[in-house]
């Protein structure tokens, strides 16, 4: 079974800063690895997508790397500001069982002015 | 209009209750999930369905049934509700055939569902 860990838990940083979110899964026969941000009682707003074959994705401030051989991805998010605050989750699709994704508990980041 | 949609948005329902949840999409993806989210656990997936004709049990399916009516519509039912049933409920669709944007999953914005 796939396990997806993120850590830190909850991250809280001064307006401006540059910041790393990692995610860790098992299983690395993934088939691609997504990046959401969740608003406090919202849905899931997809970030980034990062397909098996790729080294990372870029978005206008975030960028996400994925190492399959080691079963890590990190979201770098580049001088931050006070609405990147919400929950980020990070999510594996299995090769064997295309469509399902399985996710990470999220990251909470709070960006204070 | 929102791609995915969910009625309702919220629902509160008590102990024994048949309830069912919708969801729509106008992306045209053939594939649809249903996952709660629970404070403290993530989200975990109750039913996903590849096409109108093949529906498949996630991790926790136990109290739960589905019905693809069509391509665009995916409902999740709970036969008997119970208070452990009360969570945020999300509906979501992917694309078996978008080429490098395959798989890509799009999420509704959610059900509160409380049962007391």
């Known amino acids: 079974k796939q396990e997806v860990t993120q850590i830190p838990a909850a991250l809280s940083v001064p307006e401006g800063e540059n910041l790393v979110l990692n995610c860790s899964f098992t299983d690395s026969a993934i088939y691609n690895l997504q990046w959401f941000r969740q608003d406090p009682g919202k849905g899931l707003t997809s970030l980034l997508l990062i397909q098996s074959s790729q080294r990372e994705q870029t978005s206008g401030r975030l960028n996400a790397s994925l190492d399959k051989s080691s079963g890590r991805s990190t979201l770098y998010i580049a001088a931050s500001q006070p609405g990147d605050s919400a929950t980020y989750l990070c999510?594996?699709?299995?090769?064997?069982?295309?469509?399902?994704?399985?996710f990470g508990r999220g990251t909470q980041l709070t960006v204070w002015p | 209009d929102a791609d995915v949609t969910q009625t309702p948005r919220n629902r509160i329902t008590k102990t024994g209750k048949r309830i069912m949840l919708e969801c729509s999409q106008t992306?045209?993806?053939?594939?649809m999930y249903w996952y709660r989210q629970d404070p403290g656990l993530g989200l975990r997936l109750i039913y996903y369905s590849f096409d109108v004709k093949d529906i498949n049990k996630g991790e926790i399916s136990d109290g739960y049934s589905v019905s693809r009516q069509a391509q665009a519509k995916f409902s999740l039912s709970l036969e008997s509700a119970i208070p452990n049933q009360t969570a945020l409920y999300f509906c979501a669709t992917s694309d078996s055939a978008k080429g490098t944007g395959a798989y890509e999953q799009y999420f509704g914005p959610g059900t509160r569902l409380t049962v007391t």
């Open positions: 992306k045209g993806h053939d594939r």
């Open positions: 999510a594996v699709g299995r090769g064997s069982t295309l469509g399902r994704l399985y």
